[in-house]
């Protein structure tokens, strides 16, 4: 009796897929694409001692879409880009689920006495990609710094 139970259950389990295939496919269509958050959007390192390390900064990267977030790349690139290093990058090569994040460390370490600025530009296959984070610092003598 159990048995008969289940075969007319799994048919009518069957016919029912291959009758809405066209409405589960347009339901999965209708996923939203990745998006990502960043938190910050921006970095500022504040003064540093030329040619000292700062402490790392991190940016959250949290894909705020429906579908998976693939991060291609982290870079820096701008006018002063030697002046900012990713420490740690967390985020390329990787797969981001909905919901979830990942984290990139940035550290500064002027070169010169003078407001430093760069981007640091986060490719990946959401829509509006690449995304940008604005990283700026001021470079400072180290007479300028306070005894502690």
């Known amino acids: 009796m159990t048995q008969v139970a289940l ?3 799994l048919i009518l389990l069957m016919v029912f ?14 996923q939203t694409p990745p998006g990502v958050q960043l938190n ?3 970095l500022n390192f504040g003064k540093q001692v030329v040619r000292k390390r700062s402490m ?6 949290t894909n705020v879409g429906g579908t998976a977030l693939y991060v291609n790349s ?16 967390g985020c390329s090569g990787r797969q981001v689920l909905p919901g979830k994040s990942c984290v990139i ?11 430093r600025n760069t981007t640091l530009v986060l ?6 990609s690449p995304q940008n984070v604005s990283l700026t610092g001021t470079g400072i003598n180290s007479i300028d710094v306070p005894p502690f």
Do not use: C, H, M, Y
């Open 105 to 115: 460390a940035v550290i500064f370490t002027p070169t010169r006495i003078e407001d």
């Open 40 to 42: 910050p959007a921006t």
């Open 74 to 89: 982290a870079a820096i690139a701008g006018d002063n880009w030697k002046d900012f290093s990713l420490l740690k990058d």
């Open 17 to 30: 897929i291959n009758g809405s295939r066209t409405r589960f496919l347009s339901a999965l269509q209708t």
């Open 7 to 9: 075969v007319p259950a």
């Open 56 to 61: 790392p900064k991190k940016i959250t990267i």
């Open 123 to 128: 490719t990946d296959n959401a829509p509006d």
